[in-house]
């Protein structure tokens, strides 16, 4: 059992040893890409693919690229699997209590109503909910008022631009 135990402690240290780098540029090596074509998808020179391919070596202790590989290919299904995250998952649905010595089915349990789901502050909403409120403080009443009259007019200037413009370009 030590020997087993002996073998995966120094698979850690050789999976934990390996850069991101490293480990990118030994994916596409499974892909059976050249270095030119991993350089090129990474966006690197072929010496550095070359130079992470080497150093990556050395930490798997292969001896060529395709022990290399067939090493990391092996540590990858060990160690780089995805991990759930807890609050992503969803909650379990608890079961509720049915006595049936008296033969009756429970009362059902009502539902929230469509309309109050849309009325929450935490659901997606207008920018403009609060605008039609009635208890506007009176300053806010007045800039409200100011925006509205700034842009009728300048509606109406761009209608009367418009209009001349055409004017113009008929009459010619």
């Known amino acids: 059992m030590s020997d087993s135990g002996s073998h995966r402690s120094e698979d850690d240290g050789r999976w934990t040893r390996l850069t991101d780098k490293q480990r990118a540029c030994l994916d596409l090596l499974l892909e059976r890409q050249t270095s030119k074509q991993i350089a090129r998808r990474l966006d690197i020179s072929k010496q550095a693919v070359d130079l992470r391919l080497t150093t990556a070596r050395n930490v798997l202790g292969a001896a060529n690229r395709d022990e290399a ?17 807890p609050i992503i998952l969803p909650q ?22 469509s309309r109050s789901m849309t009325d929450s502050p935490t659901g997606s909403s207008s920018p403009f909910r609060d605008f039609r409120r009635h208890d506007h403080a009176r300053v806010r009443r007045v800039w409200i008022m100011a925006a509205m009259l700034v842009g009728l007019a300048l509606l109406i200037l761009t209608g009367l631009a418009i209009a001349q413009a055409l004017t113009r370009l008929i009459s010619g």
Request: charged share 25%; glycine share 2%.
């Open 92 to 113: 379990q649905r608890q079961l509720l209590p049915f006595d049936s010595s008296n033969g009756e089915l429970p009362a059902p349990v009502p539902l929230p109503d």
């Open 69 to 85: 590989a067939i090493i990391y290919a092996r540590l990858k299904q060990t160690y780089d699997r995805i991990l759930y995250d």
